[in-house]
């Protein structure tokens, strides 16, 4: 099964950006649909962008226009640019394989993810 590993996460003050890796060993991305999640302490996990192999992007309503979602297919990485941040925005992150650009349902394993804390 494939393992998703996150990186970038960290602590920034409201209004900051950061910028989240998301790798698979012996996976290339390209191939597949491809989404970010987070899940806020006592929070249900929550879909937040998805990626389809041929480009095509969707957004939460609450991270549209503040988070962009690419993907690097020669290092192949997919990244996720958190800009704008606020509170609300802390969470751990993680990235998996998905069914579904809007629906941007899960269907990869879990990896550790990374977690995101937004605070003055």
């Known amino acids: 099964q494939v393992q998703f590993v996150e990186s970038g996460g960290g602590l920034v003050q409201p209004g900051g950006s950061l910028r989240l890796s998301c790798t698979a060993s012996?996976?290339?991305?390209?191939?597949?649909?491809l989404g970010w999640f987070r899940q806020a302490p006592g929070k249900e996990r929550e879909g937040v962008s998805a990626?389809?192999?041929?480009?095509?992007?969707n957004y939460s309503d609450s991270v549209k226009d503040r988070f962009i979602i690419f993907r690097d297919d020669a290092e192949n990485t997919l990244y996720l640019q958190l800009n704008s941040l606020n509170p609300e925005d802390t969470a751990m992150y993680y990235c998996?394989?998905?069914?579904?650009?809007?629906?941007?349902?899960?269907?990869?394993?879990w990896g550790p993810g990374t977690q995101v804390t937004v605070s003055s």
């Open positions: 012996g996976f290339v991305l390209e191939n597949y649909d």
């Open positions: 998996s394989e998905v069914l579904g650009l809007r629906s941007m349902r899960p269907i990869g394993s």
């Open positions: 990626i389809t192999s041929d480009g095509r992007v």
